[in-house]
């Protein structure tokens, strides 16, 4: 059974910084892309960011590049998302996603989610 569990949210305010981790388990991680998507009160799930299963490639959504880092460690099964200059806009829940084969930004296109972990950003 396939579990994706996200960790590190918390209420910080905005410039800060927060580290949210994503330990992967019942599956072969490196065989997958790993995503972050965020959800808002009101709003539909959108793309932050997602690594491929090497680490080589990285894609971000505009509004956190620059500020946001993906980064994964295959031989912990992890994936980490590295948040500085926070802003109250970053304020959703962030989930850990995961996917077989190609980098993508669409969230039909990911099999396997984590429950999520609230981040609030207050000014």
């Known amino acids: 059974q396939v579990q994706l569990v996200e960790s590190g949210g918390e209420l910080v305010q905005a410039g800060g910084s927060l580290r949210l981790s994503c330990a992967a388990s019942?599956?072969?991680?490196?065989?997958?892309?790993m995503g972050w998507f965020r959800q808002a009160p009101g709003k539909e799930r959108e793309f932050v960011a997602a690594?491929?299963?090497?680490?080589?490639?990285?894609n971000y959504e505009n509004s956190v590049k620059g500020r946001f880092t993906i980064s994964r460690d295959n031989a912990k099964n992890t994936v980490v998302l590295q948040m500085n200059s926070l802003k109250p806009e970053d304020t959703a829940v962030y989930y850990c996603?995961?996917?077989?084969?190609?980098?993508?930004?669409?969230?039909?296109?990911?099999?396997?989610w984590g429950q999520g972990t609230q981040v609030t950003v207050s000014s």
């Open positions: 996603a995961a996917k077989r084969g190609y980098l993508s930004v669409r969230r039909n296109d990911y099999e396997y």
């Open positions: 690594i491929s299963w090497s680490g080589n490639l990285r």
């Open positions: 019942g599956l072969t991680f490196i065989n997958y892309v």
